[in-house]
């Protein structure tokens, strides 16, 4: 009963290095969403693909990069990491995009770029 | 002015208190949604309302649409309750993006 799985769940980087943060769900969903969240900030939708084979940015989506591998998998990649994307990290997913479907959520993973 | 804005930002009550967290916002919305992350941070939904009250254990939300503002209220709160929520909304502008909150930090001692 996995649910939304990211990978890796730590990570610290040196800045200019690249990295890709991975997210799988096993929910059949359509809808597949990547947030940052910041201290005193509320989350913010950096990508998201609204079905397979579609991705679209959101509010944030300077210095990132995004993969809709299949319907399950839906990868972020800092290709130059900088200090400014020292966040933690969600990736989300829901049954289809539009309406008011809850979105299902990944643990999170915590990103340092020194 | 956040689109989202939840009071109070912090709240700590004892064991059993009546607990009551409001989000208040400012755009056309299709449903609201309060949501609970614990430490170690991972994302919980608790209820999706567009309309009237929910309630689930201890937990209800009500929304009040033509004030847009909606209520978390927990009863009997426990030190287990302990969390971040977070509440956000589809916003009916912008494909049904979710636009959150800051979230309220709840600490309930013993």
């Known amino acids: 009963n996995a649910g939304v799985t990211q990978t890796p769940k730590f990570q610290v980087l040196k800045t200019g290095q690249s990295m890709t943060l991975q997210c799988a769900q096993d929910?059949?969903?359509?809808?597949m969403y990547w947030y940052r969240q910041d201290p005193g900030m509320g989350l913010r939708l950096i990508y998201y693909?609204?079905?397979?084979?579609t991705t679209d940015k959101g509010e944030v989506p300077n210095g990132y990069n995004v993969s809709r591998l299949n319907k399950r998998e839906f990868s972020l990649r800092l290709e130059s990491a900088a200090p400014s994307q020292t966040s933690v990290y969600f990736c989300?997913?829901?049954?289809?995009w539009g309406g008011g479907q809850p979105q299902h959520f990944g643990d999170g993973t915590r990103l340092s770029i020194l | 002015k956040n689109e989202v804005e939840q009071s109070p930002q912090n709240l700590t009550a004892q064991e059993g208190e009546f607990i009551t967290i409001n989000c208040s916002y400012s755009v056309g919305i299709s449903a609201l949604h309060w949501l609970q992350q614990h430490p170690g941070g991972g994302i919980v939904s608790l209820f999706m309302?567009?309309?009237g009250k929910k309630k689930h254990g201890r937990l209800i939300a009500t929304i009040n649409i033509q004030e847009k503002h909606s209520s978390l209220h927990i009863t009997a709160s426990h030190p287990r309750d302990s969390a971040v929520y977070i509440c956000?909304?589809?916003?009916?502008?912008?494909?049904?993006?979710?636009?959150f909150g800051q979230g309220t930090r709840l600490t309930i001692n013993p």
């Open positions: 956000a909304v589809n916003d009916m502008r912008g494909a049904q993006k979710l636009v």
């Open positions: 309302l567009s309309s």
């Open positions: 989300a997913s829901r049954t289809q």
């Open positions: 693909s609204a079905s397979e084979g």
């Open positions: 929910m059949n969903h359509n809808s």
